[in-house]
């Protein structure tokens, strides 16, 4: 979600056997963060996609909307299975970390733009860093058309909660199945709010779960046969690739 050109070109160099969907957000297409989708090529077909900006003008290329601290896309794309000839949408973003208005505006609109870009019927795979918790307004507007894949999962997902590190190792985790067992306001707490510190056995408490940030969302229907959170380090030390946790799910259309 967050690819500059540079890493894009890294990527398309080490991924010879995918093309690459998604315009960067810059004012040219070109510079910037994207949020691109890279597809199989010998597996899928892109039958058509695009990009727009969440923003008030969504295609107007290079704008803010509503207060966000950078502009901000999604790309989504139309695929065809070339085995089977039937279709599934793709669609990635990365919403504002700064403004709240950006963050559900910015989904309203993405949901909107899934009636246009999905034909009725169409299966749609929804991904992104969202920067929100699942109990706040962005993710609620989501799961009232998708499902969030973690909970579809046939499978105890795997891994931690938290998808986002901000590079601080940790020498344990809260597992997801561990933090699935709190109140959903307390697992998704931010600290300092009067959730992170519920009474319990006459004291306070913060379940430090960690945010859980980043998100796959699929359609009604779709099946989920494994869910995952890869907190891996690089080989032989405590330092983390990204600041985010990449999350993989095994779907079957």
């Known amino acids: 979600q967050e690819v500059r050109p540079d890493q894009a070109e890294f990527l398309d160099a080490s991924l010879p056997e995918y093309a690459k969907y998604g315009e960067h957000r810059g004012a040219d297409r070109k510079s910037d963060e994207a949020s691109s989708i890279y ?12 990009t727009f900006w969440l923003s008030e003008t969504p295609d107007v290329p290079g704008l803010k ?12 794309a139309l695929l065809k299975d070339r085995r089977t000839g039937k279709q599934f949408c793709f669609a990635n973003t990365h919403t504002d970390h700064v403004s ?8 309203l609109l993405i ?3 899934m009636k ?18 699942e109990t706040e307004e962005p993710a609620q507007a989501v799961s009232k058309i ?48 009067p959730d992170a510190d519920k009474a319990k056995n006459g004291g306070y408490v913060w379940e430090d779960c960690g945010p859980r940030i980043d998100y796959i969302y699929v359609s009604p229907g779709v099946k ?28 079957e259309l």
């Open 146 to 193: 998708l499902k969030n894949a973690l909970y579809e999962s046939e499978t105890p997902p795997e891994g931690p909660w938290r998808t986002f590190s901000g590079w601080q190792w940790r020498d344990h985790e809260y597992s997801a199945v561990d933090a699935l067992k709190l109140q959903p306001n307390v697992r998704n707490a931010r600290k300092g709010s």
């Open 100 to 107: 709240a208005l950006a963050r559900k505006e910015g989904m």
């Open 39 to 50: 597809f199989r090529t010998n597996r899928f077909e892109c039958v058509k996609g695009g």
């Open 111 to 113: 949901i909107r733009r």
């Open 116 to 133: 246009e870009f999905a034909p009725a019927g169409t299966p749609i795979v929804f991904t992104g860093d969202h920067n929100c918790r």
């Open 65 to 76: 909307g509503w207060g966000a601290a950078c502009p901000r896309v999604c790309s989504w």
């Open 224 to 251: 989920v046969k494994r869910y995952a959170t890869h907190a891996d380090p690089r080989p032989g030390t405590q330092l983390y690739p990204s600041d985010h946790f990449p999350v993989t799910a095994e779907i």
